[in-house]
């Protein structure tokens, strides 16, 4: 039998009970400030195993320290957060995504706005890994969503270095900054995937980071007709004191439940279609704002017709199937505006 190799991190003794562990890496500034699980060197090894790769293997540099995500550092987090060793495919993926240059992960981690990282999944690992896709897809409930999220935090915390009041300079942040890992609902939805939008195949596993700041929850239960509630959500698109509608640019998700879009295939509307209906109705007219902003040149999306709009093109509203299936509510994201989504795949084991 091959004896492993050590492994590089510190390792600390403290007296045998959660709470010490806890008190400990608190202490130390290495937790959200909710308890983690005690990252025992054996279940660090079980982490690791799952990957096929080395303990030492360099998966990224986490902005804005260039700390070294190794995949020996990401099994520590995972396992503080409370993932099994299924999970680490996909905190590779999402840390391979957000650390690419569009994302601009420096930007997120040390900007006064409050955005966070949220993770879309698509394909296959939705079902292998039990992820809410469905009713309450952004609150409690799913291990998968609650520990993927999370890990993806403390990655952020203690690899890149963000850490509040120091490089997070966020002034209030947001509660998707402990954790906001969704999957989109693909087998109740009329459309392609996200994924599939963004060049992978359907049976592609894939993660989506994107740098949301906030959810706004649009009543659509009120409307009778697609129009109107297609209309609530341009609205909720038009708010202009948003990243987005200020700066023109980010992508924003309108998250819509399976009853939206099985109501909107229905009337013949394609994805497409409902993006550029939501990019035609929504926005503000540009002598809406101070003109100190417009002459600073600070936005930028303006169109001919004088409308400002939150984002340059149709498409970069990213219109996500997920929630429950009634056509009742829908979810605006806004994001940061100075960072891009980023898809990866998900390498399964296999």
Partial sequence: ???????????????????????????????????VVPPTEERVWSM???TGLAPDHLVAEVGPTAGEATVEKLAINAVMAG???????????????????????AGVQGTTNPCGVALVLNGPVRKLLDVNCGRNCLGPGRRANAVLGRAVRLVLLN????RPGEVDKATHGFPGKFTLCF????????????????GFKPEQSAVTVVSVNSTLNILTASFLHLRDMLLAMADALSVRATNNALLGKGEPIMLVSPGHAQAASKEGMSKLDVQRFLYDHCGF???????????RERIGAVTREGIVRPVRRAEDIFVVVAGGPEPYHATFMPTFGDSLAVTQEVRLPG
């Fill in 1 to 35: 039998m091959t004896a492993r190799p050590s492994l590089a991190s510190e390792a600390f003794d403290v007296a045998d009970s959660l709470e010490a562990v806890d008190d400990h890496l608190y202490a130390k500034g290495l937790t959200d400030g909710l308890p």
């Fill in 183 to 198: 999957g989109e609902d693909e087998e109740n939805s009329p459309w392609a995937p996200l994924h599939v939008d963004r």
């Fill in 83 to 105: 993932c099994r060793p299924e999970h680490m495919p996909v905190l590779i993926a999402a840390v391979e995504a957000m650390t690419q240059e569009r994302f601009n992960l």
């Fill in 48 to 50: 690791i195993a799952a």
């Fill in 159 to 162: 690899i890149g270095g963000g």
């Fill in 285 to 295: 007219p540009e002598t809406d704002l101070p003109q100190e902003m417009v002459r």
